[in-house]
């Protein structure tokens, strides 16, 4: 059984991430956690989203003999889905939010430590309301603070709440607290420790890679662009779905009508709307009711969907810190997702009012530069984004626009010179598009009324399309010959640097502007690719979707807590074709073994042509493969959704086929002992007596043990 003293805690561990889980091994760091936990070691844990940070408090909770996880999270929404996930993999959680009535989370709250729930999840507020009537010695195996760097004002997501956790340590000195965040800079790192008064805790920081997500930064190519764009990610992944992040609630509502227009399924989330409306399309997207959110920053905490393939930033974002928060939503099941962000001036000259605005202006105007420098960056974007959280990366990424398509460069002295002598002419007093609007000779109304038609360098930049002029004079700004003066109308100048370049003719060099490639799909007509022309391995992988959606509808959860995406492909590449090959497949637990791989692999078995029907005597099977994980006949029979009596019957049959050899969990030597000699001195009474003394079944289960004693010794 997993509670076996003989294994040490490591192995104990490994042996859970199977049973419980399905998967192999465990990632970078995970282990090295979850042994410090069960140690009952304080630890602070840096890992990205997706990172697989869940799993590091968990496993403790289920190495723990007694005693219940608390842990700590301000996501309301995000813990129904924990639970949910928890659940489908036979693990027995639960959560105590203003989500639910008070009745219900009283009677939560009344047989926490009966030894039925194992993992709470709950809100700091509840959490240090209640912990004031808790006595002292309550087994607590671990806490558990998700979402930590809310502790600190230096982090970009300050809850005052957080800061009454320091509690904890006060009244639990002994329990181990263990500290999680995605986004954590050095200065923030160090305030959660010391808030929560952790005692020399273990410092654990993950790689922020996210290797699968590939980082694409469009200079604006126009709205009518972005919505094809847009617009072709949907096609392409259209069993899935994506979100387009917007810079306001205005911008949100318009894409969002725009591609409802097109045809597609799309929904608005922003926090204009009223709660009930929130619910309902964030509902929508986690269960793949939508194909697309349209959302404003708002949207995304507490969103743990896996299957999200792609994220595009329709604006820039206000910092990296979001970006890559923003971007981690895509991709969490480690499949190949997207990410692309759209930028322009107009979007910098929007943020940097409310960098004004904001408190901290220094700190976030610092920020937005460092957004600004990687939106416009000629070098890997990936080694920008990991060095901007302190990890070194000695190679390129090769998944990124610019390790993909390096840029080429061009002699842009001519460029810079029409576009600084342009600002010169009309003293600086335009602003970025009016400038692009008298270099092209465009012949707009207020351009005619200031009398720009009437200057010398008026239509010298005929040459260049609206879009090329975008990319130059961006880069002219980014070389620091232009500056924006947020402060007056955000007109352009002309720095010192500029005007030296302009008296002495200096060179400049232009990375050469490149169209945005366009895919085969064209916006409005959307491709309805026939099931024939997918590859074998699209239509089985489209099938099995279908299972998982019917299967996600008759349980009333998200598709993707039946499985990921990542364990579907897993199920395509393998093709399991009975229950053992689909219990052996990454990802697939034993929860999940029993409960699915009828429908799986029916559906793989008719996709490969296998005509015969699943065999019968399947049921004793599923419980062999119970058995041999651990399951004893109580969890077995609760698993199954059968009697004990029944998983007996199994038993006893599987003795017989000899396919099961080892009792010792099943029956105790005495209770065979019991038996054999009832059988002996009682053969008629010996039914009557049995039946009062131990599980009605288990009389017959000693007779088949004692028949196969009996075989073995004949052969
Ligand atoms: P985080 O909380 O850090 O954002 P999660 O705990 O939700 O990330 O994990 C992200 C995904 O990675 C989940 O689908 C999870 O099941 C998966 N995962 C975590 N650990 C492992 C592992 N050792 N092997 C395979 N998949 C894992
Ligand atoms: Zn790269």
């Known amino acids: 059984m997993d509670t076996n003293p003989m294994l040490d805690i490591k192995e104990r561990a490994v042996a859970l991430l199977r049973r419980f889980y399905g998967y192999t091994s465990f990632r970078p760091l995970q282990l090295d956690i979850i042994t410090s936990a069960a140690e009952r070691r304080d630890s602070v844990v840096l890992m990205p989203t997706g990172g697989g940070k869940s799993i590091c408090y968990q496993i403790p909770a289920l190495l723990a003999e007694g005693g219940v996880t608390l842990v700590v999270s301000p996501l309301i929404a995000l813990m129904k889905d924990q639970v949910t996930a928890l659940a489908a993999n036979g693990i027995p959680a639960a959560a105590v939010n203003s989500m639910q009535t008070e009745e219900e989370n009283r009677h939560i709250l009344n047989q926490l430590f009966t030894g039925r729930i194992k993992i709470l999840y709950i809100s700091p507020e509840r959490l240090l309301t209640e912990i004031e009537h808790w006595s002292r010695d309550l087994p607590l195996s671990l806490i558990a603070i998700d979402e930590a760097h809310c502790i600190s004002q230096w982090g970009h997501d300050f809850r005052p ?86 810079i306001s609630r205005k911008a949100a509502e318009s894409i969002n009508e725009a591609l409802c227009g097109m045809g597609y399924r799309s929904v608005v989330y922003h926090a204009g709307l009223s709660v009930a409306e929130r619910n309902l399309a964030q509902d929508k997207f986690i269960n793949g009711d939508v194909q697309v959110v349209c959302a404003t920053v708002a949207f995304g905490m507490g969103i743990d969907k896996s299957n999200i393939r792609w994220v595009v930033h329709n604006n820039m974002p206000r910092n990296i810190e979001s970006y890559y928060q923003e971007i981690g939503r895509a991709g969490r099941d480690g499949v190949k997702a997207e990410a692309t962000m759209f930028y322009s001036y107009g979007d910098i000259i929007t943020l940097q009012g409310f960098v004004d605005e904001s408190g901290q202006q220094a700190i976030n105007a610092e920020k937005l530069k460092r957004m600004q420098e990687y939106a416009e960056a000629s070098l890997c974007r990936r080694r920008i984004l ?52 008298i270099l092209r000779g465009a012949s707009r109304q207020d351009l005619i009324d200031k009398g720009y038609h009437l200057i010398k360098t008026y239509g010298a930049g005929r040459d260049l399309s609206y879009r090329e002029w975008n990319s130059y004079l961006s880069q002219l700004i980014q070389l620091g010959l232009i500056d924006i003066a947020y402060n007056e109308g955000n007109h352009l100048k002309i720095t010192p640097y500029g005007a030296r370049v302009l008296r002495e003719r200096l060179p400049v060099t232009l990375a050469m502007y490149k169209e945005p490639e366009r895919r085969k799909s064209s916006r409005g007509k959307k491709v309805v690719e026939k099931e024939a022309e997918l590859k074998p391995a699209e239509r089985l992988l489209n099938e099995l979707k279908e299972v998982r ?20 492909l897993e199920l395509v590449r393998t093709e399991p074709t009975d229950m053992e090959a689909f219990a052996r497949v990454e990802g697939v637990g034993e929860k999940k073994t029993v409960k699915y791989w009828k429908p799986f692999v029916t559906a793989i078995r008719k996709f490969k042509g296998i005509a015969e029907p699943l065999g ?51 029956i105790t030597k005495e209770q065979y002992v019991r038996v054999m000699t009832l059988a002996r001195e ?27 004693l009996l075989r073995s010794k004949q052969k």
Not at 386 to 407: I, Q
């Open 161 to 246: 709440s957080y800061t009454q956790l320091a509690r904890l340590k006060e009244i639990y000195p002994s329990v181990p607290i263990m500290a999680l965040t995605a986004t954590a800079d050095r200065l923030t790192r160090d305030d959660i420790a010391a808030q929560l008064r952790l005692s020399d805790p273990a410092l654990f920081i993950g790689s922020f890679d996210r290797p699968n997500i590939s980082l694409r930064v469009i200079n604006d190519p126009g709205r009518q662009r972005r919505l094809g764009y847009i617009a072709e990610l949907i096609d392409r992944y259209r069993h899935d779905s994506g979100i387009v992040y917007c």
């Open 682 to 708: 009682d053969p008629e009474g010996m039914w009557e007596k049995l039946n009062k003394e131990m599980p009605y079944g288990l009389p017959q289960v000693a007779l088949a043990v004692s028949d196969f």
């Open 616 to 666: 019968t005597g399947l049921s004793h099977d599923e419980t062999l493969l119970l058995l041999n994980a651990g399951y004893d006949v109580k969890g077995i029979a609760a698993t199954k959704g059968i009697k004990e009596s029944t998983v007996y019957q199994h038993i006893v049959s599987l003795i017989r086929q000899d396919k099961l050899t080892d009792f010792s969990s099943i």
């Open 386 to 437: 990991l060095s901007y959280f302190n990890e070194t990366m000695d190679h390129d990424c090769g998944n990124c626009d610019v390790c993909l398509n390096p840029p080429q460069h061009i002699d842009g002295s001519i460029i810079a010179l029409k576009a600084l002598s342009a600002i010169v002419r009309v003293s600086g007093n335009v602003g970025f598009s009016m400038l692009i609007d």
């Open 549 to 568: 959606v019917k299967l996600a509808r008759k349980e009333q959860v998200p598709p993707y807590i039946v499985f990921s995406d990542k364990v579907l």
